[in-house]
């Protein structure tokens, strides 16, 4: 590998996490512009899987993947599709309709740490010290960014961290399941497969959007179309990015995305954090990054 490439991966990476972050706001302004969680849902992953069916198919014979997964993949894909995309995005678009978007990232990317819990429990691997320790680190970061210390009152509703709760246990079953289940399907026919049976769900969670189709704004257009956009554009920059340095550096460089969305939301929103809540978000960092470089090591 040439220089050049080691530094493109990087910076692919970098825009990654740029625009996983950049999705979230985009998400949250739309929620907050009055377009429903079901419908956006819709029109996002139904867009977006539409273009991922065209990568899917130019790149098709150059993956030297099938048309169609084995028999054997096609239960796992439909739990992926089901519980480790549609539900975690479900949980998230309805938590950000209770709080804001930093909240709900923070909820979202505790993640890796229930990764951690149920290798913890199962012994299916081992886990060493270090993460054991990050795993108190990001809870009590999350105890931090919730405002439950120093007599402050839980500034969202329950039912709100509830489903942030949920969007970050069904993410982390797409780690483990895809992790367990699906390592041999090549990724990009996982990934198309994933989002065809995420999308249906969606239809079946929203069966009138055809009958009762939401009224869009003409000037609220151009970001629900960017919203398809970053359906899948970070997808495709962290792929190029993992083929160029590796998955291990791409995904410690990926962490950005939470300090980002935290930035882009004060900036585009005018989302604020008190400096606990701050710090709260840089000790659920630092537990995700020990825990992606020791998984690497």
């Given amino acids: 590998m040439n220089d050049k490439t080691f530094k493109a991966g990087y910076i692919l990476a970098l825009g990654a996490a740029l ?8 998400n949250k302004f739309n929620l907050s512009a009055g377009l429903s969680a079901r419908d956006l849902l819709v029109i996002t992953y139904t ?17 030297g993947a099938g048309l169609f997964p084995e028999k054997r993949f096609w239960m796992p894909l439909v739990f992926q599709g089901v519980i ?7 949980f998230f678009f309805l938590a950000m309709e209770k709080m804001t978007a ?11 740490i229930y990764v951690c819990i149920f290798f913890m429990a199962t012994g299916i691997r ?35 961290i509830f489903l942030g709760l949920l969007s970050g246990l069904c993410y982390a079953f797409y780690s483990i399941h895809a992790d367990l289940k699906l390592k041999e399907i090549p990724a990009m026919q996982m990934l198309f497969y994933m989002y065809v049976v995420a999308v249906i769900t969606f239809w079946i969670l929203n069966p ?8 869009i704004p003409a000037g609220l257009m151009p970001m629900v179309a960017f919203a398809i956009v970053l359906q899948v554009l970070p997808l495709a920059l962290i792929n190029l990015s993992i083929r160029m340095i590796g998955s291990n550096k791409t995904t410690v460089i990926a962490t950005l995305e939470l300090p980002l969305t ?8 005018g989302e604020k954090m008190n400096l606990l809540q701050i710090i709260g978000i840089g000790l659920v ?6 825990i992606q470089v020791k998984k690497d090591e």
Avoid: E
């Fill in 208 to 215: 009138g959007f055809l009958l009762h189709p939401p009224h």
């Fill in 126 to 160: 081992k886990i060493s010290f270090t993460n054991k320790l990050a795993v108190g680190l990001a809870f009590a970061g999350a105890v931090l960014v919730l405002n439950l210390v120093g007599g402050g009152s839980l500034k969202w509703s329950a039912a709100g």
């Fill in 84 to 90: 480790g995309a549609a539900l975690t995005s479900f």
């Fill in 47 to 63: 867009g977006g899987t539409l273009v991922l069916m065209v990568v899917f198919l130019l790149q098709r014979k150059k993956s």
């Fill in 285 to 290: 960092l630092a537990a995700v990054v020990i």
């Fill in 19 to 26: 625009f996983y972050a950049l999705q979230v706001v985009v």
């Fill in 262 to 269: 935290i930035l882009l939301a004060f900036l585009i929103l």
């Fill in 102 to 112: 930093g909240i709900c990232s923070m909820l979202l990317y505790l993640c890796p």
